[in-house]
């Protein structure tokens, strides 16, 4: 396949055709946008309903946690597969497929009555994730053949991407308010439904003529590979602790299998992921930026909506209101970022944002005194236009690659955001729980309690909260509240720390002049 580009009503070799006019090309945009908010919202709106569920199904510890997990490991591991399969076989039809399983997963919650059923659901749910997310970025890539509309088709992903994240919970809050834990997954099946039919008429169909061998044992390879990583991250997360040898074993045996899958992919001439694209400076600076927003966002929106709901006693509608201002400077400094990158550069754009991220996460470490709403709203607003920079991090990753491994670098780039989610919440988590640990150790109202049950408080904050409103000891509420509190402003010096330094590191990284809007491949 040619990497020039052709008009954009020229038909693409193993494709149907682009869509044809400025109109139908952004409608395709808003059909691929609509179906990701579903995803990010999904991804979110689980955490508002777990309790609901939890005291109905009454799964085990370990039940619990797969129901979290699965859905994480299971699109991890499957989004290389899936992004080369769709290359063979045809990016729409792999997209339309998705949006079948992901609409009748949501819809067989119907007849879940048990942690089990559950789990099964969310892991389908995680296939049909995987066959949706690179296929939305592939597809703007073969869609948008002008660089600059493809910047602002991009910016318009991300913006949704982040609106996504943070309607999550406050869909999850009205519903819960109204309807049962089930309407947290029904509510996609409509959705689906309608970007299935307008899919069929909008989308482009898009393949690579020659492909080469499908590389069966590459694929085993990065799924499990991808699988054990990502089980381990989130262990050592969980046990804000390093010292878990079960978890050591599978994050060793995991990057083994990925060392493996990286050099049997560099020495094929028709590798399943095509590695080389990282040999692009600007390339590997949109995906480390990508990982690294991500890193940041996701680890905020955990410990605040925790802070909000257990420590300044919001609700969860009220936490979901709460958390809009991340998203709303989200979504603004994503539209914004294409055109001020024409202004001052593409790399000081991308690495602003990344050290205004950092900022807003140093801001509620260093707020002297008694953290209040409106040093939160501050911190949110400059994370949330922090990351805005993933406009610009997607138009490098996809800006210099060629149609025919759009693919590739959509895949590449979903498992960016993936592992930045996990470490933001395992790196970041784990200084905040250990935090919390050995400050409200160090107070009085633990003393009074039984053994057993001060070790469940000790645990975590909503364990302590309950335990406190269970027996009525209000001051075992405000230690936990206040080592809560201290422990997150701790971690959002550390989060900021290494924010401010992954924004050097793009910046050094992205060549300088890298112009998005200019003609690339």
Known sequence: MSTAHPAPTAPLPGSAGRPRGRGRRWAALAVLTASLLVITMDMTILNIAIPEMSAELEPTAAQQLWIVDVYSLVLAGLLVSFAAIADRWGRKRML??????????????????????????????????????????????????????????????????????????????????????????????????????????LLPESRVP????????????????????????????????????????????????????????LRRPDPLLDLRLFRDRTFGAGIVAALG???????????????????????????????????IAGALASLAAPPLARVIGARAVLSGGLGLAGIGMLVMGLQPGVLGAVTVTVTLVLIGAGTGSLAIASAMIMHGTPEEKAGNAGALEETSYELGALLGVAVLGSIAALMYRAEFEAGRALLALDPAIRAQAEDSLGAAVAIAEGNGLPQLASEAGVAFTHSMQTT???????????????FLMTPKGTDISASGH
Request: some cysteine.
């Open 293 to 327: 927003s991500t890193f940041a966002m996701i680890a905020a929106l955990l410990l605040l909506a925790q802070w909000m709901q257990l420590v300044d006693g919001a609700s969860p509608v009220e936490t979901g209101l709460r958390l809009f201002p991340i998203a």
């Open 210 to 265: 020659a492909t080469g061998r499908w590389d069966a044992f590459a694929a085993l390879l990065s799924l499990a590979g991808m699988t054990l990583l990502v089980w381990a991250i989130k262990t050592f997360g969980k046990h804000a602790s390093l010292a878990v040898p079960e978890a050591w074993a599978a994050f060793l045996a995991g990057a083994a299998l990925l060392a493996w899958f990286t050099v049997r992919c």
């Open 492 to 506: 959002g010096i550390a989060g900021g720390a290494i924010m401010l330094a992954v924004a050097v590191l793009v």
């Open 96 to 201: 339309m497929l998705g949006y079948a399983i992901f609409g009748a997963a949501s819809l067989l919650v119907l007849l879940a009555d048990s942690a089990e059923a559950v789990i099964a659901i969310r892991a389908l749910l995680g296939v049909g994730g995987a066959m949706i997310m690179p296929m939305t970025l592939s597809l703007i890539r073969i869609i948008f053949t002008d660089a600059r509309e493809r910047a602002t088709a991009l910016s318009v992903w991300a913006a949704v991407s982040g609106l996504g994240a943070a309607i999550g919970p406050l869909l999850g809050g009205v519903l819960l308010e109204h309807f049962s834990w089930h309407a947290a997954f029904i509510v996609n099946v409509p959705l689906m439904l309608l970007a299935i039919v307008a899919g069929l008429f």
